[in-house]
């Protein structure tokens, strides 16, 4: 087969699977070293043709990932007649979930639609990450949402639960010492959303949060009067923004979540 061994990579798609899986194998052979020539996107049999020559002359083997049955056996018998070795991939795994799960979709490229939802998903829980507590107020023109509240109105779960929905969400605690970033009375108000919350359940969050940090509960933040004033100064933010309001006092993550989902798909 000469110095390196020769293999044509054939797909419907742009055969990363073929390359990773034939890759894996070679590497068992001729101390891994070896020479990889690609071929995506094949739609027809003349191109199947022109890769069974090439091999031939130059002593290479095939594999192939292609979902098209016509193709793929089509690619199994003329490698027999050219005495090419052709390594169907995906043909023996499709044919056997193709008896327990019915007829594939036999779509190319469903992967990749994966690989993209994925790396989607990893971009916003990178964001949120990035914009989380009003860090940057740089990521309010940028994000899909907007979420406002004072402190323990669980800002940062539901930002990192949005973002497993592909959302890009910012957060901005609202403090009366501090006034709100000037983006966040810039963008449209439909991706601002406030999360409201009962005075007397924050005041049982707020004192459960600094029990856990090994302090009294008797501090400020705990205060029904500090409580009451940030809910009113929130209340005077929410209204200047002109935002959706989703209250928080009871409601899981998973709930407060939905509510926004709803809110967003109205929008």
């Known amino acids: 087969m000469g110095e390196k061994p020769l293999v044509y990579v054939l797909s419907d798609s742009v055969g990363e699977t073929a390359d990773l899986v034939i890759k894996a194998g070679l590497s068992q052979f001729n101390n891994g070293e070896y020479k990889i020539q690609r071929i995506p996107y094949v739609e027809d049999k003349e191109t199947i043709d022109e890769v069974l020559i090439l091999a031939k002359e130059q002593q290479g083997i095939i594999g192939f990932t292609l979902v098209d049955p016509e193709l793929r056996n089509y690619l199994n ?14 043909g023996p795994m499709m044919e056997s979930m193709e008896r327990l799960f019915g007829k594939p979709r036999l779509e190319p490229g469903l992967v990749h639609k994966l690989d993209e939802d994925y790396f989607k998903r990893v971009e916003a829980i990178e964001f949120a990450v990035k914009y989380d507590d009003g860090r940057d107020p740089r990521g309010i023109a940028r994000a899909d949402i907007i979420l406002i509240g004072v402190s323990r109105t669980s800002k940062t779960p539901l930002s990192q639960y949005l ?9 901005v605690p609202i403090v009366p010492e501090v006034d709100p970033p000037e983006e966040l009375f810039e963008v449209s108000p439909e991706k601002c959303i406030g999360l409201r919350i009962n005075p007397v359940k924050l005041n049982d969050i707020r004192r459960e949060r600094l029990k856990a940090l090994g302090l009294g509960d008797q501090a400020t933040y705990a205060h029904m009067d500090r409580i009451h004033q940030e809910l009113h100064y929130f209340d005077k933010i929410v209204e200047k923004i002109g935002c959706r309001v989703v209250d928080v006092s009871n409601k899981a993550v998973e709930e407060t979540a939905n509510s926004i989902l709803r809110i967003i798909k109205q929008n």
């Open 77 to 90: 018998l003329e490698a027999k007649k050219f005495n090419v070795e052709a390594i169907d991939i995906m």
């Open 163 to 171: 973002a497993h929905k592909r959302i890009k969400v910012a957060n």
